[in-house]
């Protein structure tokens, strides 16, 4: 072959090979103050590898991409976009130098099957122990205060049609109509059918599916029941069997599916979705058309310490009242102690709590339903007519302001108490002719007044607690930081509405959101702290400056 030939191309005289311009160190293209630096401090002293250990046992087939480093692609993701899909990670993988030079030892880059996957086989069952890790670092590099927390919640709208309701009452209400039919039914077929043979089908209050499929399968064996030979339509008349046994058949499938409704609501829920069975329809404030109504959502728990989210938590119940315990179990596990001061506001201030507080060695800084009218309307403070504020005699017995005793009445349980705990009722001996009726009570016979004195002193601790100086700053830190993470999450994230179903999957979303916000919450805090060192050490005067101003 001719050596002047051998850089010919087909179309060109001479062919000159294109040269690579891009750096071979990708870091000399990223700005020094990115959060891919600090990104990247925190995760390599994290102890993560012992939760992304791979269950498959078959050798073979393609080699899959290194376990640390998808996870560092994901939580950048995370960290830089706030909740982010697959499929823009599977861009910003290919189109972003700083997602190009975490895979700078790949190969290739994912896909976003391939980033699903590892998110449901490696993250979804160890999320809580990696957000564990990564808090461990970051706190310990903040020095983070963990005795005093910040709780609120918000009802995030979930990822399911809002008309695909099912109601557990309303499932209990028609099984019970159910009853009444096959009690009905049993009579027919005893008195019509049966009549002439020693045997009868009993009677129940409630039907079970186990009696009901007994009762259905022994009819059709009885009377040789063949489905084939039944009519149907206008102008041909059903037989008693085909009638009853049809009817039996509806009946059962009837008890079948709402005994489903029911325990797929459990005990506590009242209310879930077709389209989502672990939502729950919620009370929502504002919802895309502007409207205040019920959507099936999910109650979002979090618990603040120094800006950071120290505990997360997802609930079903709607009332914030019921998560509160359950957050506080979260944060004894991760930490093992309970925070010495956990700040609330009044959705949280219940009996339950406050027993529960007491008995693991925190204070009671959860506001009551009627704070503001006790700390700030003194009519309502000093009413006369509220039986806080009744006097007492020599006895103790409580005096109404027309000078009547209050006789003991019973002792009945608190509403929805966990603990056993009792309140006292009273009786006024007479209050007829009492000219203060018409502003004591509405009631046509004598008025009966509830005491619990228990209650009451726990909301005078949370009153002497929260007006303090130090209650005072509590109070003013709880609504900037927690309500400012939510801020933060909702409006500058834009994170509005949960993404996945299941309430698996939503506790994998909400703590991939977690560790995402708390690491970028630690770089913007520690690039603060580092621009005030270098301003104060670059535009500090000079000793010769310091000279001539004296």
Not at 29 to 40: H, K, Q, V
């Given at each position: 072959?001719?050596?002047?030939?051998?850089?010919?191309?087909?179309?060109?005289?001479?062919?000159?090979?294109?040269?690579?311009?891009?750096?071979?160190?990708?870091?000399?293209?990223?700005?020094?103050?990115?959060?891919?630096?600090?990104?990247?401090?925190?995760?390599?002293?994290?102890?993560?590898?012992?939760?992304?250990?791979?269950?498959?046992?078959?050798?073979?087939?393609r080699i899959g991409f290194n376990s640390i480093t998808m996870l560092?692609?994901?939580?950048?993701?995370?960290?830089?976009?706030?909740?982010?899909?697959?499929?823009?990670?599977?861009?910003?993988?290919?189109?972003?130098?700083?997602?190009?030079?975490?895979?700078?030892?790949?190969?290739?880059?994912?896909?976003?099957?391939?980033?699903?996957?590892?998110?449901?086989?490696?993250?979804?069952?160890?999320?809580?122990?990696?957000?564990?890790?990564?808090?461990?670092?970051?706190?310990?590099?903040?020095?983070?205060?963990?005795?005093?927390?910040?709780?609120?919640?918000?009802?995030?709208?979930?990822?399911?049609?809002?008309?695909?309701?099912?109601?557990?009452?309303?499932?209990?209400?028609?099984?019970?109509?159910?009853?009444?039919?096959?009690?009905?039914?049993?009579?027919?077929?005893?008195?019509?059918?049966?009549?002439?043979?020693?045997?009868?089908?009993?009677?129940?209050?409630?039907?079970?599916?186990?009696?009901?499929?007994?009762?259905?399968?022994?009819?059709?064996?009885?009377?040789?029941?063949?489905?084939?030979?039944?009519?149907?339509?206008?102008?041909?008349?059903?037989?008693?069997?085909?009638?009853?046994?049809?009817?039996?058949?509806?009946?059962?499938?009837?008890?079948?599916?709402?005994?489903?409704?029911?325990?797929?609501?459990?005990?506590?829920?009242?209310?879930?979705?077709?389209?989502?069975?672990?939502?729950?329809?919620?009370?929502?404030?504002?919802?895309?058309?502007?409207?205040?109504?019920?959507?099936?959502?999910?109650?979002?728990?979090?618990?603040?310490?120094?800006?950071?989210?120290?505990?997360?938590?997802?609930?079903?119940?709607?009332?914030?009242?019921?998560?509160?315990?359950?957050?506080?179990?979260?944060?004894?596990?991760?930490?093992?102690?309970?925070?010495?001061?956990?700040?609330?506001?009044?959705?949280?201030?219940?009996?339950?709590?406050?027993?529960?507080?007491?008995?693991?060695?925190?204070?009671?800084?959860?506001?009551?339903g009627s704070y503001k009218k006790e700390t700030t309307d003194l009519?309502?403070?000093?009413?006369?007519?509220?039986?806080?504020?009744?006097?007492?005699?020599?006895?103790?017995?409580?005096?109404?302001?027309?000078?009547?005793?209050?006789?003991?009445?019973?002792?009945?349980?608190?509403?929805?108490?966990?603990?056993?705990?009792?309140?006292?009722?009273?009786?006024?001996?007479?209050?007829?002719?009492?000219?203060?009726?018409?502003?004591?009570?509405?009631?046509?016979?004598?008025?009966?007044?509830?005491?619990?004195?228990?209650?009451?002193?726990?909301?005078?601790?949370?009153?002497?607690?929260?007006?303090?100086?130090?209650?005072?700053?509590?109070?003013?830190?709880?609504?900037?930081?927690?309500?400012?993470?939510?801020?933060?999450?909702?409006?500058?994230?834009?994170?509005?509405?949960?993404?996945?179903?299941?309430?698996?999957?939503?506790?994998?979303?909400?703590?991939?959101?977690?560790?995402?916000?708390?690491?970028?919450?630690?770089?913007?805090?520690?690039?603060?702290?580092?621009?005030?060192?270098?301003?104060?050490?670059?535009?500090?005067?000079?000793?010769?400056?310091?000279?001539?101003?004296?």
């Open positions: 072959m001719n050596s002047n030939l051998k850089n010919t191309h087909p179309t060109d005289e001479y062919y000159t090979p294109i040269q690579l311009k891009l750096p071979l160190d990708l870091e000399t293209l990223i700005s020094f103050d990115d959060p891919i630096y600090t990104f990247d401090k925190i995760l390599k002293e994290c102890n993560i590898e012992q939760y992304l250990k791979s269950d498959k046992s078959d050798p073979r087939g560092k692609v994901v939580l950048f993701g995370y960290m830089t976009n706030g909740n982010i899909s697959t499929r823009k990670l599977e861009r910003l993988c290919i189109n972003d130098i700083r997602f190009r030079w975490l895979l700078r030892n790949e190969l290739s880059f994912p896909s976003h099957m391939t980033i699903d996957n590892f998110m449901n086989n490696y993250l979804k069952d160890n999320i809580e122990n990696i957000f564990k890790e990564i808090n461990k670092v970051i706190f310990e590099k903040d020095k983070v205060d963990l005795t005093h927390i910040y709780i609120d919640g918000t009802k995030m709208e979930a990822n399911a049609n809002k008309y695909s309701w099912v109601w557990k009452n309303a499932c209990l209400t028609s099984r019970l109509r159910i009853y009444n039919k096959i009690t009905a039914l049993l009579d027919k077929i005893n008195s019509e059918i049966l009549c002439y043979e020693c045997f009868r089908y009993e009677f129940r209050e409630e039907y079970t599916v186990e009696y009901m499929e007994s009762i259905f399968n022994d009819f059709k064996e009885r009377f040789k029941i063949d489905t084939t030979t039944f009519t149907s339509g206008k102008g041909h008349k059903k037989t008693n069997y085909q009638r009853y046994y049809q009817l039996l058949d509806e009946y059962t499938n009837k008890l079948k599916e709402y005994a489903y409704k029911i325990e797929t609501c459990g005990e506590k829920r009242n209310s879930y979705s077709k389209t989502d069975k672990d939502a729950t329809f919620m009370r929502i404030k504002r919802d895309y058309m502007g409207n205040d109504q019920l959507l099936p959502a999910y109650n979002l728990q979090f618990g603040i310490c120094d800006e950071y989210i120290a505990v997360a938590d997802i609930n079903q119940y709607a009332s914030d009242m019921d998560c509160f315990i359950p957050l506080m179990m979260k944060y004894y596990n991760q930490y093992g102690c309970f925070p010495k001061f956990p700040v609330a506001d009044a959705g949280y201030g219940s009996m339950n709590n406050y027993i529960f507080c007491k008995e693991h060695g925190m204070e009671l800084f959860m506001k009551f009519n309502y403070h000093n009413d006369i007519f509220r039986p806080i504020n009744f006097k007492k005699d020599i006895d103790g017995n409580l005096i109404c302001p027309n000078n009547k005793k209050f006789i003991f009445l019973k002792r009945v349980p608190v509403k929805r108490n966990k603990y056993g705990r009792e309140e006292e009722k009273y009786v006024c001996e007479d209050c007829s002719n009492c000219p203060f009726k018409n502003q004591c009570h509405k009631s046509k016979e004598n008025r009966v007044i509830t005491v619990n004195e228990e209650l009451t002193s726990y909301h005078k601790e949370v009153i002497d607690n929260l007006e303090c100086i130090h209650g005072t700053l509590l109070r003013m830190n709880r609504s900037i930081q927690s309500e400012g993470t939510f801020g933060i999450i909702k409006e500058d994230r834009k994170y509005k509405r949960i993404v996945r179903k299941g309430l698996k999957a939503i506790n994998l979303e909400i703590f991939m959101i977690s560790c995402g916000y708390n690491l970028m919450k630690y770089h913007n805090k520690k690039y603060r702290t580092d621009l005030c060192c270098y301003c104060l050490l670059y535009t500090s005067p000079s000793p010769r400056d310091t000279e001539r101003s004296r």
